[in-house]
């Protein structure tokens, strides 16, 4: 795979419950949640298979994650070490971010 390759949007697949929903990338890649209350998304992981680190993919999680809290009047609580850190490096996000 070239680095060009590696760099192009993955297909991410989301699927949602009344408690709990998942961001996937196929099999390499994955961000959890619970759903404490109708509003609100409590990012617990963000997991990225060994094979597929370094391709930016946890990013893409993160960027789909926020645009579905966007797009459905969600506020995020995050305890993913992970997202936490992708908040503060990225402050126009924080619309979404739970006070």
């Known amino acids: 795979m ?12 989301h699927r949602e419950t009344a408690k709990r929903g998942r961001f996937d990338i196929g099999e ?18 963000t997991l990225v298979d060994t094979r597929h680190r370094g391709k930016g993919l946890a990013h893409q999680l993160y960027q789909a994650m926020v645009e579905f809290a ?13 997202v936490t850190v992708m908040f503060e490096q990225n402050p126009q996000d924080a619309d979404v971010l739970h006070s």
Do not use: L, W
């Open 28 to 45: 390499g890649a994955e961000m959890t949640y619970s759903r404490p209350t109708p509003g609100i998304m409590k990012i617990n992981h």
């Open 70 to 82: 966007r797009a459905n009047q969600r506020k995020v609580i995050s305890v993913c070490p992970f």
């Open 2 to 13: 070239s680095k060009s390759d590696e760099q192009q949007p993955a297909k991410i697949s």
